[in-house]
Every structure is written in structure tokens, then in C-alpha cells.
């Protein structure tokens, strides 16, 4: 529960002030957000990419419950969620953009 609620104010705090707002995020240890994905929420690790120089993110979820989780980890190690939700489903391949 406290996941959902955290990734609301993300949301709403980057969109208000983007920079200050990334002190204010659930942030911390990458072993420690991992832990907690995986145990508390079944999630595993989907899939990662760079976004900048200095940023990674990653796509965390759940196949069995259907829940994500998409955090950023900084050069230094501090990884923060960036966006969390419920309901993720795999989209067939072919299927986006198409019409009918």
C-alpha cells in the first residue's frame, strides 16, 4: 500500500518541481528497494535501460499479481521508484499502433 501512495506523490511532486522534488522521493539502497520488490510484491526484474549519462531504469513486476514498478538508479548507487501501479499487461507483439 505505502508503494502506491509513494509513487502518487512522486508523480505529482516531479510534475510540480522536477529537481527539488527527487530529494522528496522513496529513495535508498538498491539492494534494499530490490528486497522489497521481490519479497513484499513478487516482483522480479523485467528489463532495464540507460535514460541519460547518469541514469538507469528499470522495469520491475509481478506476472502472478499484475503489479510494476519502474525505479532509477543514480551513478552513485541511490535508486529511487519512480512510478509504481497495478494491473501491467504484456502487449502481443504486432498489436501497437495497428487499427481494427
Known amino acids: 500500500m505505502w508503494k502506491r501512495l509513494i509513487s502518487a506523490s512522486l508523480t505529482f511532486g516531479l510534475a510540480a518541481a522536477a529537481p527539488p ?19 513484499a510484491y513478487g516482483e522480479s526484474l523485467s528489463g532495464r535501460g540507460l535514460q541519460s549519462e547518469t541514469r538507469m531504469i528499470e522495469l520491475w513486476r509481478s506476472p502472478e499479481t499484475g503489479t510494476w514498478t519502474v525505479l532509477m538508479i543514480l551513478p552513485n548507487g541511490v535508486t529511487c521508484v519512480v512510478a509504481s501501479g497495478t494491473d501491467w499487461q504484456d502487449e502481443a507483439k504486432g498489436r501497437i499502433g495497428t487499427s481494427g
Not at 535508498?28 to 528497494?33: P, S
Open 21 to 39: 522534488a527527487l530529494a522528496q522521493a522513496a529513495c535508498g539502497e538498491y539492494e534494499r528497494l530490490r528486497t522489497a520488490l521481490t519479497e
